[in-house]
């Protein structure tokens, strides 16, 4: 009974916050003779806070037409924005800005929306050995990384040189499938000289007192630091799950003034591996059990710096060359 009780009032205090924003929106329209849309596109600056307030606005609105703007193709924005300002009886030639203004985040909001299709197609596509394109990628990973060692054998005990945990890399991209060679092979050829830095750094011996044969011994214990392609599997994992709950719509809303694309993404994972790598220097773990805590207190990071609307993760390297701050 008093969880029903309590179902009640929240439904009840829900309906009653709605209808006393429909009112405040009412009040404030008439006050200042604007719509919210242009309340917002004319108080906020270009970037994640007026894109998201502007996206939250759509979804909210009773009207069918904003709700389903967030979701059109991309082709279709120039017209969907003519539809609402005809619908909000905005004359675009008294305000031009407006039009300019919205037609920037929904080619954010629909391009971030596209992008987790984009994301998800790749996840959900599985390494396949008999593939060309998929070995040719697999191979180039090994070329970007380890340029002046030739890889003895398509199956080989090589490749635990570069992080993976067997002979055969294929077993290894089962979690994020396509995506997460995607993204190794992406930071390896983009920023080559880091990508065979961190992995040169994950691959020192910690504990200088063991004896070369102790350290052949314990190599995936304690006389490594961690395995560069699992690890770099692992970050694809959170940038993913960063992407799909929406914690990264404040970074690509700061840094891409359209639609955020899959180069976007990748060149956000070579900035949380650069940053992963940093962080685990400064933990300074015992070992690689604890690669899971060092992991969640990362995340937890991440998500705390993404909270603020301001934020954009800035990555300075060469993947991100191309990439444009607004």
Known sequence: MKHFLRMLIQVCLYFYCKFLWRCLKFVMRKLTGRCELQRICYSNKPGASRT????????????????????????????????????????????????????ACLLQIVGYRNLIADVEKLRREPYDSENPQHEDMLLKLWKFLKPNTPLESRVSKQWCEIGFQGDDPKTDFRGMGLLGLYNLQYFAERDSAAAQQVLSDSLHPK????????????????????????????????????????ALKTHFYNIAPEAPTLSHFQQTFCYLMHEFHKFWIEEDPMDIMEFNRVREKFRKRIIKQLQNPEMALCPHFAASEGLINM
């Open 207 to 246: 504990f200088s007192k063991f004896s070369k044969t102790e350290w052949e011994k314990k190599r995936m214990d304690k006389a490594i630091g961690y395995s560069f392609a699992i690890v770099g599997i692992n970050i694809t994992d959170l940038v993913y799950n960063l992407l799909i709950t929406g």
């Open 52 to 103: 998201m307030k502007i996206e939250t606005s759509l979804r909210g609105s009773k009207s069918k037409l904003l709700q389903t703007s967030v979701s059109v193709h991309p082709d279709a924005i120039e017209k969907t924005i003519e539809d609402i300002m005809e619908l909000k009886r905005i004359n675009p030639d008294v305000n031009p800005q407006l039009g300019i203004s919205l037609q």
